[in-house]
């Protein structure tokens, strides 16, 4: 299966309190898949803890004891695609019937499913078939069920049926852990107080942890040079640094239309559409809190309009804000999704 990532086991996935109830529970996912009453099966928590991991290894071990099942990974961006250029290619039903095949499906990121009706409705056929029928569900989520934004009430619904299981940041022994193991099987040892301060310091997400850490053995591989502690710092210090970078506004659009599945050139027509119009006043109004861009270019950008248009439009995105919980949900997605790049 090529969508599964042999990289991902459980055999290199360390099990600490911060992830236990998941990590115990995907693998009885994958001794038994369909046959536990965790099903689906919904791994959730923040950006870069291990949830893609431990979906993946669930897929692996799957294939590994059971290699005549059919096991698909799938995030749900790629599936929102397929199910939008299904529709273009008149190719629904393949695209229905090839998921409605599986023995075990792995989708990542339920989260973005928000604000994309037309796919969660397919997605909801999918799983009814699939769960009727006996065959594994996975989900990764960045939130539990109960505070994912933009997602049909039906849908949510099956998403609570079977168990919800959250990934926490990893205490600092854990995160040790992490990190001897990434050396181990880079066959490179650091020294202890290195490690230790690469714990130490970066201890709210997996991800930089082991950016880090493969920076730090990319260096000791590359320039043969010991890493010590001072240079681990100033080393650390530019990986932190590296972070933090720009927002553009054309980004925002790009991520704006995504989200809501419109075309980039109607927000910048003249269309008065009640979907467009909204993707185009929160462009503006992220375009105005986010970047350093005038009033003005931002007007001009959006189809030539004048800066009273983009006044405008940020008071009707506040005002919505205040009043409409679902618009709240979306504008709050899409910023979470904008610092996360
Ligand atoms: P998420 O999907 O939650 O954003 P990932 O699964 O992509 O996070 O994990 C980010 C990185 O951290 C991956 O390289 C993964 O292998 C590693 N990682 C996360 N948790 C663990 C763990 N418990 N043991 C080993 N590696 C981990
Ligand atoms: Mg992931």
């Known amino acids: 299966d090529p969508q599964l990532n042999q990289n991902y086991t459980f055999d290199n996935f360390i099990e600490g309190d911060c992830n236990r109830l998941a990590r115990s529970a995907g693998f009885a996912v994958a001794s038994k898949p369909g046959g536990t009453s965790f099903n689906p099966l919904m791994i959730y928590g923040g950006v870069g803890l291990g949830k893609t991991h431990l979906a993946q290894a669930i897929g692996n071990e799957v294939k590994r004891h059971m290699p005549d099942k059919l096991v698909i990974y799938v995030s749900c961006e790629k599936f929102c695609q397929q199910f939008v250029d299904s529709l273009k290619n008149n190719t629904i039903n393949d695209f229905v019937n090839f998921y409605q095949a599986m023995d075990v499906i792995i989708m990542d990121d339920v989260h973005n499913f928000a604000g994309k009706d037309k796919t969660q409705d397919i997605f909801f056929h999918i799983f009814n078939h699939l769960h009727q029928s006996g065959k594994q569900i996975i989900l990764t989520s960045d939130k539990a069920p109960k505070d994912l934004a933009g997602l049909e009430e039906r849908l949510l619904s099956r998403f609570k049926w079977g168990l919800s299981a959250d990934m926490q940041v990893p205490d600092l022994e854990t995160r040790m852990a992490i990190l001897k193991k990434k050396m181990y099987a880079d066959g490179i040892e650091l020294p202890y107080e290195v490690v230790e301060y690469v714990a130490n310091n970066i201890d709210n997400n997996v991800r930089e942890l082991e950016g880090a850490m493969v920076s730090l053995l990319a260096q000791a591989t590359l320039n043969k040079k010991e890493i010590d502690l001072n240079l ?110």
């Open 232 to 341: 681990a710092k100033s080393m650390l210090k530019n990986f932190i640094k590296n972070s933090h970078k720009e927002i553009s506004i054309d980004y925002i659009q790009k991520l704006v239309c995504e989200y809501f599945e419109v075309p980039v050139e109607m927000v910048k027509s003249k269309t008065r559409k009640r979907e467009i119009v909204q993707a185009r006043q929160i462009s503006m109004y992220l375009a105005k809190n986010h970047t350093k861009t005038s009033l003005k270019s931002i007007g001009a950008y959006f189809g030539g309009r004048d800066h009273s248009t983009v006044i405008y439009a940020c008071q009707t995105v506040e005002d919505l804000i205040d009043t409409d919980k679902k618009f709240k949900a979306y504008v709050q997605d899409i910023q979470k999704k904008l610092k996360m790049s």
